[in-house]
């Protein structure tokens, strides 16, 4: 999350901006809308919402990381898996 994100934050506001005819688009390219995102506003606003984010994402890994050790457990137990 903490490397893709400026990726995602760029790819929001893209598909978040209203397209009217005859008028130029704010962020054009992924490239173009990086550098106009430090300039306006920081290098830290690509990491915008990254908090939100990690608190969905965690809980999630947790689970799944519980899971897999449950799962290797029983099946070392079982003799399925050598160690």
């Given at each position: 999350p903490m490397v893709n994100n400026p990726l995602d934050v760029v790819k929001?506001?893209?598909q978040k901006q209203?397209?009217?005819p005859g008028k130029k688009?704010?962020?054009t390219g992924i490239f173009q809308a990086i550098g106009l995102i430090v300039k306006e506003e920081g290098y830290l606003a690509l990491w915008k919402g990254i908090t939100p984010r990690l608190m969905r994402i965690m809980p999630g890994q947790a689970i799944t990381f519980m899971t897999y050790e449950a799962v290797?457990?029983?099946l070392t137990q079982r003799g399925y898996f050598l160690h």
């Open positions: 929001t506001r893209m209203i397209i009217k688009t704010k962020y290797s457990s029983s």
